[in-house]
């Protein structure tokens, strides 16, 4: 279960003091007393601990008694790596909790959903599943219930879905994507919808594997593992389609969970 919270300062906080600082310099040089801008309520983060499952849960600003949706984010092979940033930004923004998971055995995940369904600002709300690479498989084949999922470039060929009831499923992946590639994910998306999900695709033209996932160092191309079995497939930072992925994800959510 969770532990108590901290609280942080969101982004353009900063920004928000130094502008403040320049109104107030400029007042006292004009003899005008400035009034204090109001600062936007913090956003609440807690470390969130469940049988099988590490990860910190970020829940948007409000009332203590204000209940939101949540999505738990599902990393790649190699952990988290920058990549859950921009969609955990976006999430937030539409009034969205996020479960970002650090690391997971085999069997946690129904117990951390389990737990985070009862904690308080989320009980009764619907859950998401968001995946990156192998994240993505752990999230298109696990068996319970959610209300809905999206899977990014999760290596399609030979991936066998779960039982689906109705799930609103995501499907995102590039167009130039080795190990994505469009005819076995045209088949991965008919067999989501033979298993009973409302299957929405989104391909990036010209895209590859993880575009996503940020360039530390300036080191551009970088190989990680295949999600769908042995191997390395590169990776090529693409910022600009990031935003743009990212709020596409933020936009399936918010129609399928609010």
Do not use: K
Not at 13 to 40: D, F, W
Not at 57 to 81: C, E, H, K, M
Not at 232 to 246: F, G, K
Request: some cysteine; overall charge neutral; hydrophobic content about 45%.
């Amino acid at each position: 279960m969770s532990h108590p919270n901290r609280r942080v300062q969101p982004r353009g906080h900063r920004l928000r003091l130094v502008l403040m600082a320049l109104t107030l310099l400029g007042s006292a040089s004009s003899g005008v007393v400035a009034r204090e801008m109001p600062i936007e309520p913090l956003e609440e983060i807690e470390s969130f601990v469940a049988r099988g499952l590490v990860g910190v849960l970020i829940l948007p600003a409000g009332a203590p008694d204000r209940q939101t949706p949540a999505v738990v984010i599902l990393q790649d092979s190699q952990g988290p790596d920058g990549r859950a940033g921009h969609y955990t930004d976006q999430l937030l923004g539409a009034g969205i909790a996020v479960l970002e998971v650090q690391a997971i055995e085999r069997h946690g995940l129904g117990e951390a959903l389990d737990a985070l369904a009862a904690h308080p600002r989320v009980a009764g709300q619907p859950l998401g599943l968001l995946g990156f690479g192998q994240g993505a498989r752990l999230a298109a084949g696990w068996a319970g219930r959610v209300a809905a999922r999206a899977l990014l470039y999760p290596g399609c060929g030979g991936l066998s879905p779960a039982e689906l009831h109705g799930e609103a499923v995501l499907l995102m992946f590039g167009a130039a994507d080795p190990v994505n590639a469009p005819s076995p994910c045209a088949a991965f998306a008919q067999a989501l919808g033979a298993a009973g999900a409302s299957v929405r695709l989104q391909i990036y033209d010209r895209a590859g594997y993880a575009w996503d996932r940020p360039a530390y160092g300036g080191e551009g191309r970088s190989q990680l593992p295949r999600p769908d079995g042995p191997g390395r497939v590169i990776a090529q930072p693409w910022p600009a389609l990031t935003e743009m992925s990212a709020s596409g994800v933020a936009a399936f959510f918010t129609a399928s969970l609010l």
